[in-house]
């Protein structure tokens, strides 16, 4: 059996690697010839369950929520760690040489003509044939665009600034502000000195319109580089399998949509995938678990899309004296949503009940039925 995968980012990486420590021969191709560096911050669920030891720039240890004047800090269980993506890609691409595995620089894939996949390449046009075709192309992959629905798209842009002294070490800090992006806009430190100030938009111009307003109010001073892309949300009603392509990463839209985290999904997507190859078990069926927790952050999203600011100021004052949020860890918010209920049923009822007259009046039902 044949596999090619196309995209040499975390998710094409770590599919070839996994599949390669099984003996499946694989061939990557990617478009470029070096990896773009990316500020990232990841959950503890990334140490805890892959076995890879990028640089850890920095650490979070709690998040600080402002909106409407209102401000409410909570500490992590766990700290999220803070790496860039050109560290985390250098060290699958050596894991993977260890592997012998042939990556094709420079390769562009342009279509598929039935088995086999044609691209542009520094010496023209070439094909490959393959058995099984994996799409870890990210938001630009020429497959999924070609698919329905269509991809689901944000904007993201974050650009480096100096640390303000007004601000703790550690702690990041979030601006729910609807008025600037229904999404949110970010703070949070990879070094002693310098952080990283970004914003998510439904586009390039709201986003960076956002981006500049809050520079301006806070006094925020850039020093570094900026950095963007878009990101493809998770869509239920895309199926990740279509003929012998199977989507992971950004192209299947595994993406958390509350905070719109992609690397920690794709990579267990990536996981439930070289399972599938393996066993023979069907490719839908393993990401099941990763769907349900990409459904609930789908649903939570939906809500928050709904929000004014008054209303994340009634949020922030309903959890602020609970250490609720801190229990919760954004890539497993299902399990932990299920276990906090059954562990603290009093302080998860009295929230429950705080919250809700304010969900109904939010037509959370209405959201869930419509699911
Ligand atoms: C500014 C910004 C900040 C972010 N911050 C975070 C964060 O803090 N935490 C987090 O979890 N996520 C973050 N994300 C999202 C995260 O980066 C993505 O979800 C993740 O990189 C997706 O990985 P992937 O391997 O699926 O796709 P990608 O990283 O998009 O990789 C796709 C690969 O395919 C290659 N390719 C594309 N087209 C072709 C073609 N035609 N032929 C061959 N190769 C091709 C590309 O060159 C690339 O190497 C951020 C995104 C942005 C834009």
Same mark, same amino acid.
């Given at each position: 059996?044949?596999?090619?995968?196309?995209?040499?980012?975390?998710?094409?990486?770590?599919?070839?690697?996994?599949?390669?420590?099984?003996?499946?021969?694989?061939?990557?191709?990617?478009?470029?010839?070096?990896?773009?560096?990316?500020?990232?911050?990841?959950?503890? @669920?990334?140490?805890?369950?892959?076995?890879?030891?990028?640089?850890?720039?920095?650490?979070?240890?709690?998040?600080?929520?402002?909106?409407?004047?209102?401000?409410?800090?909570?500490?992590?269980?766990?700290?999220? *760690?803070v790496l860039d993506r050109k560290d985390l890609l250098f060290e699958l691409?050596?894991?993977?040489?260890?592997?012998?595995?042939?990556?094709?620089?420079?390769?562009?894939?342009?279509?598929?003509?039935?088995?086999?996949?044609?691209?542009?390449?520094?010496?023209?046009?070439?094909?490959?044939?393959?058995?099984?075709?994996?799409?870890?192309?990210?938001?630009?992959?020429?497959?999924?665009?070609?698919?329905?629905?269509?991809? #689901?798209?944000?904007?993201?842009?974050?650009?480096?600034?100096?640390?303000?002294?007004?601000?703790?070490?550690?702690?990041?800090?979030?601006?729910? =502000?609807?008025?600037?992006?229904?999404?949110?806009?970010?703070?949070?430190?990879?070094?002693?000195?310098?952080?990283?100030?970004?914003?998510?938009?439904?586009?390039?111009?709201?986003?960076?319109?956002?981006?500049?307003?809050?520079?301006?109010?806070?006094?925020?001073?850039?020093?570094?580089?900026?950095?963007?892309?878009? *990101?493809?949300?998770?869509?239920?009603?895309?199926?990740?399998?279509?003929?012998?392509?199977?989507?992971?990463?950004?192209?299947?839209?595994?993406?958390?949509?509350?905070?719109?985290?992609?690397? *920690?999904?794709?990579?267990?997507?990536?996981?439930?995938?070289?399972?599938? +190859?393996?066993?023979?078990?069907?490719?839908?069926?393993?990401?099941?678990?990763?769907?349900?927790?990409?459904?609930?952050?789908?649903?939570?999203?939906?809500?928050?899309?709904?929000? #004014?600011?008054?209303?994340?100021?009634?949020? +922030?004052?309903?959890?602020?004296?609970?250490? @609720?949020?801190?229990?919760?860890?954004?890539?497993?918010?299902?399990?932990?949503? $299920? $276990?906090?209920?059954?562990?603290?049923?009093?302080?998860?009822?009295?929230?429950?009940?705080?919250?809700?007259?304010?969900?109904?009046?939010?037509?959370?039902?209405?959201?869930?039925?419509? =699911?």
């Amino acid at each position: 059996m044949r596999i090619l995968i196309l995209g040499a980012s975390s998710s094409g990486l770590y599919t070839a690697l996994k599949l390669a420590q099984r003996e499946v021969k694989v061939l990557l191709c990617e478009k470029e010839s070096s990896f773009e560096g990316r500020r990232l911050i990841l959950t503890s @669920y990334f140490l805890e369950h892959f076995p890879l030891r990028p640089k850890v720039l920095y650490e979070v240890k709690g998040y600080r929520f402002v909106a409407a004047k209102t401000e409410g800090i909570f500490y992590l269980k766990k700290p999220d *760690v803070v790496l860039d993506r050109k560290d985390l890609l250098f060290e699958l691409l050596k894991e993977c040489e260890k592997y012998r595995i042939s990556i094709l620089w420079g390769w562009k894939f342009e279509r598929m003509d039935s088995q086999r996949a044609l691209f542009l390449t520094p010496q023209g046009p070439k094909e490959i044939e393959a058995d099984y075709i994996v799409d870890a192309m990210g938001v630009k992959s020429p497959l999924r665009k070609a698919l329905d629905p269509a991809p #689901n798209l944000v904007f993201l842009k974050q650009a480096q600034i100096i640390w303000p002294s007004s601000f703790k070490d550690g702690l990041s800090t979030i601006w729910l =502000r609807p008025d600037l992006t229904p999404y949110f806009l970010w703070l949070f430190q990879d070094s002693p000195k310098t952080g990283i100030f970004g914003v998510i938009g439904e586009n390039k111009e709201q986003a960076e319109k956002a981006l500049f307003q809050l520079a301006q109010e806070e006094g925020f001073e850039l020093c570094g580089r900026t950095e963007e892309g878009w *990101v493809s949300l998770f869509q239920s009603k895309f199926l990740p399998k279509h003929r012998n392509v199977f989507f992971i990463g950004d192209s299947a839209g595994h993406v958390k949509s509350t905070t719109v985290g992609g690397v *920690v999904s794709g990579l267990r997507g990536t996981k439930a995938l070289v399972e599938s +190859i393996q066993s023979g078990r069907d490719y839908f069926k393993n990401l099941l678990p990763l769907r349900r927790e990409l459904m609930i952050h789908h649903l939570l999203r939906e809500l928050l899309n709904t929000f #004014n600011e008054d209303d994340y100021r009634q949020l +922030i004052t309903a959890l602020k004296d609970s250490s @609720y949020l801190g229990r919760l860890c954004r890539d497993t918010l299902f399990p932990d949503l $299920f $276990f906090s209920l059954v562990k603290s049923p009093i302080p998860s009822f009295k929230l429950f009940v705080h919250l809700l007259p304010w969900l109904m009046k939010k037509g959370i039902w209405k959201l869930l039925l419509k =699911r």
